[in-house]
Nanobody, 119 residues
């Protein structure tokens, strides 16, 4: 089973940038979708960005133009570059690996990394 470890979270002022990393224990090349989710206190977990094995990306409307998801297959790592951060971006960010079809799916989550954006 692939294991995911997030890093890069921390405290940053509004308008600043952070880059989150999700290191996988094995190749992510063939994993259907790698994604970043976040969850703030009292709120539901939401998809922030995802990237497919073919390189297609998807972003939440709230982060479009500010966040960029990318991958380095050689390092088995997915990144989330976060620019122009806002206080409302404050959340625990989780890395996710998903592989599914019409018969079922497999899903793995990292432990999360906290991002705090101060005003």
């Amino acid at each position: 089973q692939v294991q995911l470890v997030e890093s890069g979270g921390g405290l940053v002022q509004a308008g600043g940038s952070l880059r989150l990393s999700c290191a996988a224990s094995e190749t992510i090349f063939s994993i259907g979708t790698m994604g970043w989710y976040r969850q703030a206190p009292g709120k539901q977990r939401e998809l922030v960005a995802s990237i497919t094995s073919s390189g297609g990306t998807n972003y939440a409307d709230s982060v479009k133009g500010r966040f960029t998801i990318s991958r380095d297959n050689a390092k088995n790592t997915v990144y989330l570059q976060m620019n122009s951060l806002k206080p409302e971006d404050t959340a625990v960010y989780y890395c996710n690996a998903y592989e599914g079809d019409q018969f079922g799916y497999l899903e793995v989550w990292g432990q999360g990394t906290l991002v705090t954006v101060s005003s």
